[in-house]
């Protein structure tokens, strides 16, 4: 048995895996029978007791999914109950609940914020019909709008909102159209993704029968450009690749403690943990996650343990995707390579094409090249 101590604060991820339908681009883990909810809220209770002591606070907590909010709200604040009974979460520590439009209302949203949630996310994706209907989401243009004049009527001060673009059939004045009627909530944060493709998706089907084509990388570029230069220049913070918030204060804490390497762990079936230079996931099925739980053994699947090399090469894909980059002496003190020695023709060339800074000691890059961030990895 491993010892997952630590000695400094961590993450807490708590996967629901229910959804009432699922969407037709998601590869996430969850199933459309809530039958299982209460087994699975009992599973979690013990799974919590099995890592007490995992680390000496908290302080962060996010519940995602699948989706939260087709829980009744009696059950999620059970669920933010249990994590304080359990773990020692810090005062003020984020917590975020992601919810579906289609879903909540001021009254459930008021018992969400009174349970201890303070940082609401809720999966948009758009405020057209037409594209949510491509996408298979269950909610409509105006229930999204409802949900965020919701949240602010429940009294939320942090309110990220999820949106996709490069959707078929999207144009760029359609996507400007969404980004504005987002702006006109003032929203604490946004996270705009491109759509892909996950092998496996109804999507995925679609593409390979060939009734759908995926934008060509001049579009994506265009769609990233329009994407980051609209919200800077109305005052957002371009912090990762999909990313945005409306002050660096406003920037995910927990998002930063997946690409700092900081430890995190995850509950549910599914969920992901990592501590020092291991990672370990859990089952990926309800059924089976309960089964170990009631029968005192953690419902790890698996899990791996990651050389220097590619503890680095991580290092590397998470700080160029980021707008604080990568700080050298950091890096060499935590990975053990200098890189402006090791890299110093690499990073000079990629500086000449414009994809990075390179400001003193620290690395950053440019919005290109937070645009090809995969590739700049690979130095």
């Not at 759509?195 to 934008?215: K, N, Q």
């Not at 990926?284 to 089964?291: E, F």
């Not at 000079?348 to 919005?367: F, H, K, N, Q």
């Amino acid at each position: 048995m491993h010892d997952d101590r630590i000695s400094t604060a961590a993450g807490l991820y708590i996967h629901v895996p229910f959804c009432r339908s699922k969407c037709a681009y998601c590869d996430f883990y969850s199933i459309t029978d809530r039958g299982a909810v209460d087994a699975w809220l009992e599973a979690l209770s013990l799974e919590m007791g099995m890592y007490r002591g995992f680390a000496p606070a908290f302080d962060t907590v996010y519940v995602g999914g699948g989706t939260p909010s087709c829980l009744p709200p009696g059950r999620l604040e059970e669920l933010l109950r249990l994590v304080r009974c359990a773990f020692p979460v810090v005062a003020g520590a984020e917590t975020t609940v992601e919810v579906n439009p289609g879903d909540v209302d001021a009254a459930f949203l008021d018992r969400l914020r009174g349970a201890g949630c303070n940082r609401l996310s809720i999966g948009v994706q758009s405020f057209n019909d037409g594209v949510l209907a491509f996408l298979g989401r269950r909610h409509n243009a105006r229930e999204a709008l409802a949900a965020i004049e919701a949240g602010r009527r429940a009294g939320f001060e942090n309110l990220s909102v999820d949106l996709i673009y490069g959707v078929p059939g999207q144009s760029l004045d359609l996507w400007r159209r969404t980004l504005r009627i987002a702006l006109a909530f003032v929203p604490e944060h946004l996270s705009c993704y491109e759509l892909t493709v996950e092998r496996g998706t109804p999507l995925h089907r679609r593409l390979e029968a060939g009734h759908m084509a995926p934008l060509g990388e001049e579009e994506e570029s265009l769609f990233f450009e329009e994407t980051s230069t609209f919200l800077e220049d109305s005052g957002y913070v371009h912090y990762e690749v999909s990313n945005f918030a409306r002050a660096e204060s406003l920037i995910s804490r927990h998002n930063h403690g997946y690409w700092d390497h900081s430890p995190y762990l995850g509950l549910g079936p599914a969920a992901h943990s990592f501590r020092g230079n291991r990672r370990w996931w859990n089952h990926r099925d309800v059924g089976r996650y309960v089964r170990d739980a009631r029968s005192g053994k953690r419902p790890v699947a698996g899990g791996e343990e990651l050389s220097q090399e590619e503890l680095r090469t991580e290092a590397l894909y998470f700080g160029f995707r980021t707008k604080r980059g990568i700080h050298g002496p950091a890096f060499r003190q935590r990975y053990g390579l200098d890189l402006f020695r090791a890299r110093e023709a690499a990073l000079r060339g990629m500086r000449d094409e414009g994809l990075i800074r390179l400001d003193g000691e620290v690395l950053s890059p440019t919005r290109r090249g937070l645009a090809l961030a995969d590739r700049l990895c690979l130095l």
